[in-house]
Nanobody, 118 residues
Framework: QVQLVESGGGLVQPGGSLRLSCAAS????????MGWYRQAPGKQRELVAV???????KYADSVKGRFTISGDNAKNTVYLQMNSLKPEDTAVYYC????????????WGQGTQVTVSS
């Protein structure tokens, strides 16, 4: 079993910054993708940013230039630095990991609330 534990959410004013962290623990055998999705009220869950094995990164167009994803392989941890936050960034942010070699399994964290409001 694999657990993903997020931290770092909260309330921030527009233009502010937050840093999310997600640590993976348990039976970690091969991380193919790790990163962040978000879900705002009444909307579908959407990709925010992920790191793909080999080091490439993928961002949603709406966060490019404002958010930066990074990882620490030794700690099985991924970070999301969020700058210039906007009210439309308000959502529950979920850590995500895809593990496996031939057969792949998706794992999700419990979610952390990010609220951007004055």
């Amino acid at each position: 079993q694999v657990q993903l534990v997020e931290s770092g959410g909260g309330l921030v004013q527009p233009g502010g910054s937050l840093r999310l962290s997600c640590a993976a623990s348990g039976n970690i055998f091969s991380i193919n993708v790790m990163g962040w999705y978000r879900q705002a009220p009444g909307k579908q869950r959407e990709l925010v940013a992920v790191i793909i094995s080999g080091g490439s990164e993928k961002y949603a167009d709406s966060v490019k230039g404002r958010f930066t994803i990074s990882g620490d392989n030794a700690k099985n941890t991924v970070y999301l630095q969020m700058n210039s936050l906007k009210p439309e960034d308000t959502a529950v942010y979920y850590c995500y990991a895809k593990l496996g070699i031939i057969n792949y399994i998706d794992y999700w964290g419990q979610g952390t609330q990010v609220t951007v409001s004055s």
